[in-house]
């Protein structure tokens, strides 16, 4: 039954990938493709006074320069530019008006010939602005934010609990704004296909949503735009929501009536969305050896002007630790910025580091050591909602983790362990994550000579989306994988949320389970109506497909070849569309966990920070495919390494304007800064969760790592650094 799921499967994409055969959004071509090049915002508020695009017309090959001017007509009400997952407020609209809201904010699309000379043109466009005051930094806004409701309501009287625990520990932790940089730039192909219809090719997690953003946009029929994104090379949250080059290429095609392109530069990606910078602020009492005495965790994020993009930051030690006394609050700070968004484990990434960062000076001022807090304050029930989980094998992380790590041999005392010049850090810290699945449809066409296409609407970021669709319906199917083909990232594909929330593998898979088995009805219809047959008194439970035959599970003799029962039924395929029912009555708790540890070396004199070994045991339900999901696990440790250490954004804010809007000065992890990392997950058996219990890893494997380095550089050098990322001049300061 299952031959392919639960296996390393390769990559069914990744003979395209390597050989170039997979296209990206900007490799679509059409004839008389013209190029479009932005003009972006040097001030960070304020108004456009006059653009003087004269000079960038007289270039040759130069075609046109649009502006908020002589742009095509877009819709006029806000809800019109309401994606699906768009924040509270107002959204921002490409080339509208005069109106600058954020530095970097697109003013003009040069369009020309060829790519080299619209971005030459662009450089000889001249805007003249009327400025305003603004304010980007959020140290400088934290006591004018404002609440926002959350789910978790409080518990017991917190602030009493505190002032009356034995032990406390009270800090703020800060987390930098960190952008996404998948390696893909956002590009949007547009193909003129004559009266006004248009394919978009895009850099997107969301092909309808992008689709039905466009169609409402510019007022167009939803027949006559769609959308396509076969790849995608990274995207981590910035492509959930419609990104501006997108219906910037869009106004470039429909005002010129002819193929567009338009690429973003690297520093333009940096005027899309991004991680919010964040303050972390928690109070934890506790007693020892006992659960914790109180839970205070509040965030203050910043958002833009415009809309209130907000995350769950601080309820998470519910879904952690044991503790009758907590409140929680998430405050937006409005700055003129552009609006942030999703970003891997968005909320937990930030959030989880802090309380984890507390967990550990908790433990630090209770002398007990990390790991045994965490099991002393260990809840086998969600606490804020007081439930059981679909499953919870956080312990077995913990112990696993611990044991592939070597955690007993630690040596409690900071500063205590050495290395020639080099001091030696261990530290962990929990991850966790949501466990969701979304509404989401899959077509399967069935045809005689055993060959089964599988579509739907959804997207492969890059996470194995096209491999574990393959896995499933194979199995499902009773078929090689290599007869298995797969369809997705077309707006005019079965109905499909954008890919996100790590909720793709458990959505789209229970989805494939589900429209199998209509096809497995189905052919046992028709073995009803044939001579003699083994399954005459089979009932659907009975029976499954394996090795391109309907057989009963009970006898295998009893089978018929599926290509002998099309052609009883005279069918030549089977074309089946069905969602798998999504069902949570609040019963349960679904989330996955994860322990991560970690070592660190330091150099004594120059504090040089390198992670030099990493163990990370997670818990996610069933594993669809071995082999993409530790790469997920890996590619977030990577990533909590650069959270850790590297990632900062800095802004000039006497400008408004971010200084380091490149690869070269926006540092991340390279390869020489990574060392051993050993990503497993423990067997987590679920049968409440889905039918085939699956929970989903793409964000998991983040969450946790900054605050196992962070207690990792403590523990080596008996200094706690807490605002993000860990530099060697902030570990050198008194
Ligand atoms: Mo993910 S941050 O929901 O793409």
Redesign the pocket.
């Known amino acids: 039954m299952a031959a392919y799921i639960g296996t390393p499967t390769s990559r069914i994409d990744g003979h395209a990938k390597v050989t170039g055969a997979a296209k990206y959004a900007a490799e679509f071509n059409a004839p008389g493709l013209a190029h479009a090049s932005l003009v972006t915002s040097t001030i960070t508020k304020g108004r456009i006074a006059k653009i003087d695009a004269s000079e960038a017309m007289r270039v040759a090959g130069v075609i046109d320069v649009i502006t908020h001017k002589n742009r095509p007509t877009m819709a006029s009400r806000d809800k019109a530019y309401k994606d699906d997952v768009a924040a509270e407020g107002s959204p921002y609209r490409p080339l509208y008006d005069d109106e600058i809201k954020f530095n970097g904010q697109p003013v003009a699309v040069v369009v020309a010939a060829d790519a080299d000379i619209a971005r030459f043109a662009a450089s000889l466009v001249r805007v003249e602005y009327i400025e305003d005051p603004f304010v980007t930094d959020l140290l400088e806004q934290r006591d004018t934010a404002h609440e926002v409701e959350r789910p978790s309501r409080p518990r017991g009287d917190a602030e009493a609990a505190f002032a009356a625990a034995e032990v406390r520990h009270e800090a703020d932790y800060f987390i930098p704004t960190e952008y996404h940089n998948p390696m893909e730039l956002f590009a949007t192909t547009v193909t003129w296909e004559g009266d006004g219809k248009l394919t978009v090719y895009d850099k997107t ?1 969301g092909v309808q949503n992008v689709q039905r953003y466009l169609v409402s946009v510019f007022g167009m029929k939803p027949d006559d735009l769609k959308v396509v994104s076969p790849y995608v090379g990274g ?3 910035s492509g ?1 929501r419609p990104q501006f080059q997108v219906a910037l290429a869009v106004i470039a095609a429909r005002a010129l009536e002819r193929s567009v392109r338009l690429v973003l530069t690297r520093p333009q990606m940096y005027g899309l969305s991004y991680r919010p910078a964040t303050i972390e602020h928690l109070a934890l009492g506790a007693k020892a050896l006992g659960p914790l005495e109180a839970v205070m965790h509040e965030a203050i994020a910043q958002t833009s002007e415009y809309e209130d993009f907000n995350r769950n930051d601080v309820a998470w030690a519910d879904q952690l630790y044991k503790c009758g006394n907590t409140r929680y609050s998430h405050k937006l700070a409005k700055l003129d910025v552009s609006t942030p968004s ?3 484990a ?1 909320g937990a990434a930030s959030g989880v580091y802090a309380l984890e960062c507390a967990m550990d000076e908790l433990a630090v001022a209770l002398k007990m050591d990390p790991l045994q807090l965490r099991f002393v304050t260990y809840s086998d029930r969600e606490q804020n909602a007081d439930r059981p989980y679909s499953s919870k094998k956080l312990r077995e992380c913990y112990r696993q983790g611990a044991a592939a790590f070597g955690w007993e041999k630690r040596n409690p005392e900071p500063r205590s362990m050495r290395d020639g010049s080099e001091l030696v850090g261990w530290g962990m810290a929990t991850g966790v994550w949501e466990a969701l699945q979304m509404p989401l449809t899959v077509r399967i066409v069935m045809t005689a000579n055993g060959h089964a296409e599988v579509s739907s609407a959804t997207s492969d970021i890059g996470t194995g989306t096209y491999t574990i669709m393959a896995q499933v319906a194979a199995d499902m199917l009773g078929l090689p994988i290599d007869n298995v083909s797969i369809k997705l990232g077309d707006s005019t594909l079965s109905e499909s949320p954008v890919e ?2 790590s909720w793709l593998a458990a959505s789209v898979a229970n989805s494939i389970a589900t429209t199998a088995e209509a096809i497995r009805k189905t052919l046992l219809g028709v073995t009803k109506t044939m001579p003699d047959s083994p399954l005459a008194d089979a009932k659907p439970k009975d029976v499954m497909l394996a090795d391109g035959k309907i057989v009963s599970k009970k006898d295998a003799s009893r089978a018929i070849p599926i290509a002998d029962v099309m052609r009883a039924g005279k069918l030549d395929r089977i074309d089946q569309k069905a969602a798998a029912p999504v069902k949570d009555d609040g019963k349960y708790a679904r989330n996955t966990h994860s322990a991560v540890f970690v070592e660190v070396r330091v150099d004594e004199q120059i504090g040089v920070i390198r992670v030099t070994r990493v163990v990370s045991a997670a818990a996610a339900g069933r594993i669809l495919n071995t082999k993409t999901a530790h790469s997920q696990l890996l590619g977030g440790v990577v990533w909590g390494i650069g959270m850790a250490l590297h990632e900062e954004t800095l802004t000039d804010h006497r400008f408004g304007r971010i200084m380091n809007a490149n690869l070269g000065e926006y540092h991340m992890p390279v390869n020489a800064d990574i060392y051993d990392i050993n990503c497993f997950f423990v067997d987590e058996p679920d049968a409440t969760i889905n039918p085939m219990g699956i929970k989903g890893v ?2 998991i494997g983040i969450v946790g790592v900054a605050a196992a380095i962070a207690n990792a550089v403590y523990h080596a050098t008996g200094k706690r650094v807490r605002d993000l990322p860990i530099t060697i001049d902030k570990l050198r300061r008194d």
């Open positions: 997690q995207a981590f949250g959930l999703d970003m891997r968005p996100g929330g793409g964000e």
